[in-house]
């Protein structure tokens, strides 16, 4: 077997329109996954598939809101036929709303640990029951170097991506005898749109800070996905794999 492959596997990649998200659709793409990209964006999504198949890849663009968990488990049920049956789940989708504790309202708590957290339990939940009847599933959950060191301004974010760690933990436990594993990334300072907007004296500031002197890339992340992905990882569970080029060690 060729390294990393996983061919007739079915992915689903929430937070697929960009990012991480994309970066992550297309590296499992390229080993062999059929891809549901799932998202809010439905227009950059169908691109994004309309591209993976004139490139030989299997992809389905798919409208999931993850922020609204009620609704979740009834969408997965409206996947196509043939689509349904997940192998392989990356919980991708998050938001951020950062601000100081003190200032820091209800509201922005709360919109944070539902899509982050909340968001994740949904989808798992929809996915899970399927992975345990064929006995084989994959569940990884993008996290962030946040959740293990912390982050002023970002108390909201940082406690949703480390519940992502405890969740997954616990489901390691619950679903190991079924041979499902269940894993995190926890990426650091990712060049993004975000990170490309800041003056160049801030971003070199940041570069300082990791010990790897400049910031990651989404297929940097990715990669780690595709690993976690694979059956070369299936000994491997409960585990966060920390990609932040050294910035917390």
Not at 52 to 60: T, W
Not at 69 to 78: F, K
Not at 142 to 160: E, I, K, P, R, T
């Amino acid at each position: 077997m060729s390294w990393m492959r996983i061919d007739g596997r079915t992915a689903l990649v929430t937070g697929a329109s960009q990012g991480i998200g994309e970066a992550v659709a297309r590296r499992l793409a390229a080993q062999g996954a059929r891809v549901v990209l799932a998202a809010r964006s439905e227009r950059r999504l169908v691109a994004l598939a309309e591209e993976l198949e004139a490139a030989g890849s299997s992809a389905l663009a798919f409208r999931l809101d993850v922020s609204e968990p009620a609704e979740v488990g009834e969408r997965l049920a409206q996947l196509p036929d043939g689509w349904g049956e997940i192998d392989i789940l990356v919980n991708n989708a998050g938001i951020t709303a950062d601000n100081l504790l003190a200032r820091m309202g209800l509201d922005e708590w709360q919109r944070v640990l539902q899509t982050n957290l909340t968001g994740a339990y949904a989808v798992t939940r929809g996915v899970v029951r399927g992975m345990m009847k064929r006995r084989w599933g994959r569940i990884i959950s993008v996290s962030s170097v946040v959740a293990l060191m912390g982050n002023a301004g970002q108390a909201n974010y940082a406690a949703a991506k480390a519940g992502l760690i405890g969740f997954s933990k616990s489901l390691a436990r619950e679903l190991a005898s079924r041979g499902i594993t269940v894993n995190v990334i926890a990426p650091g300072f990712v060049a993004t749109e975000m990170t490309a907007a800041l003056p160049e004296a801030t971003r070199k500031e940041l570069e300082v800070s990791i010990p790897l002197r400049r910031i990651g890339s989404s297929e940097e992340i990715a990669s780690a996905c595709a690993y976690l992905a694979s059956e070369e990882a299936g000994y491997v569970t409960g585990h966060t794999l920390n990609v932040s080029g050294g910035l917390y060690i």
